[in-house]
């Protein structure tokens, strides 16, 4: 059974930093890529950053410079560490896990997310 279980979520002020946790089991971690995805109240879900099984990196641009997405196989655990965090930040972040298949359509892990709320 596959599980993505996210921690180190919780309330910040602006400008402040939180890491994010995703811990993987079920899955063979290193063949999978990686992603953090978010979702506010009202508003549909969306890619913030990725990373491929090579460690190539892309990040929303509403996120470039501030957020860092890592991953380490050994622990078979992806982070997103978040720096300079904006009230527009604030949303439930959910870790995904892609598997891409030969001739067919990859298939996509969820966690059940984390919130991060930044607010003075």
């Known amino acids: 059974q596959v599980q993505l279980v996210e921690s180190g979520g919780g309330l910040v002020q602006p400008g402040g930093s939180l890491r994010l946790s995703c811990a993987a089991s079920?899955?063979?971690?290193?063949?999978?890529?990686m992603g953090w995805y978010r979702q506010a109240p009202g508003k549909q879900r969306e890619l913030v950053a990725s990373i491929t099984t090579g460690s190539t990196t892309t990040y929303a641009n509403s996120v470039k410079g501030r957020f860092t997405i890592s991953r380490d196989n050994a622990k078979n655990t992806v982070y997103l560490q978040m720096n300079s965090l904006k009230p527009e930040d604030t949303a439930v972040y959910h870790c995904n896990a892609r598997s891409y298949r030969p001739t067919q359509l990859p298939i996509d892990y969820w966690g059940q997310g984390t919130q991060v709320t930044v607010s003075s």
């Open positions: 079920g899955i063979i971690f290193s063949s999978n890529a």
